[in-house]
T-cell receptor
Framework: ELKVEQNPLFLSMQEGKNYTIYCNYS?????LYWYRQDPGKSLESLFV?????AVKQEGRLMASLDTKARLSTLHITAAVHDLSATYFCAVEPEGTGTASKLTFGTGTRLQVTL | DGGITQSPKYLFRKEGQNVTLSCEQN?????MYWYRQDPGQGLRLIYYSQIVNDFQKGDIAEGYSVSREKKESFPLTVTSAQKNPTAFYLCASSMRGGMQFFGPGTRLTVL
């Protein structure tokens, strides 16, 4: 059974600071995704990481993937209040075919304070 | 506008009642999915479908049923066999092997 663990589960950080969210998974994977969820809302897609060493960046967020360590990171640079949300990683196991059968982590709730 | 729609936004169910949640997409995606999210938790896969007239159980299919008669539509029925249905239900769709895009969700409450 594929297990996906995120840490920390809750993160309170000041504006302007940097921090990293970690996503560990237990089996080999075809793809890893990062999503953002605002309170009471649906999920917004952020990144898809397809191969070892992949790095994607959008604004103050940068995601990377190390398939050998089965680890993905989401790095936040110079946080701003608008980044406050819950961030989920989701892992697609190898060989799931045309439908991506994802297993989600429990999420990291990020709170950026002034 | 291309996207995924879910209805209703809020739904209340009485004990012993079946209810159906609607999910429609006009993105021409082949695959569609249903997830359940409980407060403070991640998403869990209920059912998914790769093509019309075909669907597979996810991790928590008991008490739920689906159909996929049209490419655009993937309704979810929450049956009376689902003992704890109160949750946030999210529908998603994707191209083959691509990023999943999510609808706005339906919040189901048992009275």
């Amino acid at each position: 059974e594929l297990k996906v663990e995120q840490n920390p589960l809750f993160l309170s950080m000041q504006e302007g600071k940097n921090y990293t969210i970690y996503c560990n998974y237990s089996t080999t994977s075809d793809r890893l995704y990062w999503y953002r969820q605002d309170p009471g809302k649906s999920l917004e897609s952020l990144f898809v990481l397809l191969s070892n060493g992949a790095v994607k960046q959008e604004g103050r967020l940068m995601a990377s993937l190390d398939t050998k360590a089965r680890l993905s990171t989401l790095h936040i640079t110079a946080a701003v209040h608008d980044l406050s949300a819950t961030y989920f990683c989701a892992v697609e196991p190898e060989g799931t075919g045309t439908a991506s059968k994802l297993t989600f982590g429990t999420g990291t709730r990020l709170q950026v304070t002034l | 506008d291309g996207g995924i729609t879910q209805s209703p936004k809020y739904l209340f169910r009485k004990e012993g009642q079946n209810v159906t949640l609607s999910c429609e997409q006009n993105l021409n995606h082949d695959a569609m999915y249903w997830y359940r999210q409980d407060p403070g938790q991640g998403l869990r896969l209920i059912y998914y479908s790769q093509i019309v007239n075909d669907f597979q159980k996810g991790d928590i299919a008991e008490g739920y049923s689906v159909s996929r008669e049209k490419k655009e539509s993937f309704p979810l029925t929450v049956t009376s066999a689902q003992k704890n249905p109160t949750a946030f239900y999210l529908c998603a769709s994707s191209m083959r092997g691509g990023m999943q895009f999510f609808g706005p969700g339906t919040r189901l409450t048992v009275l």
